[in-house]
């Protein structure tokens, strides 16, 4: 049965205790409300990591558009192209024809070819059948010195299976070939941003001898190619777990996943994991852990019970950094997540026994589109990511995605100098929030 949603409503109505919550879906699906905040990568951005590689997208023009502002945005509109579907191609089985010869015709007018070429399809040659594998294994043909991977822009799928983010960081790596085992190399895999010089789990790594491979350290393909030479496996993003299996797997080679957390005790055992796997020498976990005791002392002292909102395009262990910043004295009163993951049920019975009222609020539900708030009438808040800003209104915000490259007691202590800033600074949080891509370069 329709119902109005017009007209303002009562906000909080629609947010849960977490002692109330259900888990894992947090809240009912229904209708999905888009917050004006930007800072997410999208496929776009993701494949964009691969040097000298050209993304066409073969989809119907309504969804072309969103792809195309993307590149844009990122100053990036030379490496993509795009072939329209017709409406007509859905029905006289000419679909695989139209994206072979629109690529084709893409590629032939290139004055010089790319190294390698992204294909990304979309919901509607999935809904009529389309034979994807045929496409690209036709191109190959055609363009033997490129190499072609498909991708999927699939929105209406995405809560089946893999993600297209999940998915997205799984194909970004389907180029690479088998080659000669670099000993004591490891790649890490699946980052957008890379992670931080200061982590102990890169220092662990360079001390001991490894060379450090990531996509967002490749200047050309050729380096891209080099992460195939690597010994070892390792991902820590819940959204790579999948990507870094199938590559692992198919190399054949070990994999290590380290889960983001912000657990003492998690960390720790991913270290130790670390350790025991790579016959590394183990730092002094007791004294790291201390340091981190001390930032987070310092840093509830300094923010003098000012209320914490958190997001989970901060970092999608929300509710373990909610659980740390809880435990240490924090008034954290806000969560804003849709879905509990796998990995944060313990971290969510724990709230739901020890800090029963603080509170969850969806981002997607369509009431929420009046939740968002003119920035500075919520400056009592202290906001870790865009969209508990954006809906907040506060201007001190701690502004990471994805975990913003921040790992383990490190990730801990970096996270805590960057309260303190947002406590000191007003951020433009409307300029900020409405740039696509955190960290990409922007023309807005």
């Known amino acids: 049965m329709l119902k109005s949603l017009t007209g303002k409503s009562n906000i909080d109505q629609h947010a849960v205790r977490i002692a109330d919550a259900v888990y894992p879906q947090l809240f009912a699906p229904e209708l999905e409300f888009n917050a004006p905040a930007r800072g997410m990568w999208n496929i776009v951005h993701t494949c964009m990591l691969i040097p000298e590689t050209h993304q066409i997208f073969i989809c119907a023009q309504g969804c072309l558009r969103g792809v195309i502002l993307t590149a844009g945005e990122m100053n990036a509109m030379h490496r993509m192209s795009f072939v329209a579907i017709r409406e007509h191609e859905l029905f006289d089985g000419s679909l695989e024809e139209s994206a072979i010869e629109g690529v084709t015709a893409i590629l032939n007018k290139m004055e010089k070819l790319p190294r390698a070429v992204a294909v990304f399809f979309s919901c509607v040659q999935l809904f009529a059948g389309c034979d994807l594998k045929a496409v690209i294994k036709e191109l190959s043909a055609r363009f033997p010195a490129v190499d072609f991977f498909e991708c999927l822009m699939h929105p209406t799928m995405r809560k089946s299976a893999l993600t297209p983010d999940a998915f997205m960081r799984k194909q970004m790596y389907g180029a690479l070939k088998a080659k000669p085992v670099q000993k004591r190399s490891i790649a890490i895999i699946g980052n957008d941003r890379a992670t931080a010089e200061s982590s102990e789990l890169i220092l662990m790594l360079k001390q001991n001898g490894f060379v450090v491979r990531d996509i967002t350290y490749c200047r050309n393909y050729d380096e891209y190619l080099e992460l195939g030479s690597c010994e070892y496996f390792l991902c820590y993003h819940t959204v790579a777990q999948a990507?870094?299996?199938?590559?692992?797997?198919?190399?054949?080679?070990?994999?290590?996943?380290?889960?983001?957390?912000?657990?003492?005790?998690?960390?720790?055992?991913?270290?130790?994991?670390?350790?025991?796997t790579l016959g590394l020498d183990l730092p002094d976990l007791t004294g790291l852990q201390s340091v981190a005791e001390a930032e987070l002392q310092q840093t509830c002292k300094y923010l003098n019970n000012m209320p914490v909102a958190i997001d989970y395009t901060a970092t999608l262990r929300n509710l373990s950094l909610a659980r740390l910043l809880l435990t240490h004295g924090f008034n954290v009163k806000r969560v804003y997540s849709d879905v509990v993951i796998g990995e944060e049920a313990a971290d969510f019975e724990f709230l739901q026994t020890h800090y029963p009222d603080l509170m969850i609020y969806p981002t997607v539900h369509p009431a929420m589109r009046f939740a968002v708030q003119k920035p500075g009438s919520g400056d009592e808040f202290l906001c870790i990511g865009q969209k508990a800003a954006c809906f907040t209104g506060s201007r001190h915000l701690v502004n990471i995605v994805s975990g913003g490259g921040w790992y383990g007691f490190d990730g801990i202590r970096q996270l805590c100098a960057a309260m303190r800033q947002a406590k000191d600074e007003f951020s433009d949080t409307e300029e900020l929030i409405q740039l696509k891509g955190w960290g990409c370069a922007s023309c807005l």
């Not at 299996?245 to 055992?269: A, C, G, H, N, T």
């Open 243 to 276: 990507g870094c299996k199938v590559l692992s797997d198919r190399l054949q080679r070990r994999m290590i996943y380290l889960p983001l957390s912000y657990s003492f005790e998690e960390i720790k055992s991913n270290y130790q994991l670390l350790s025991d």
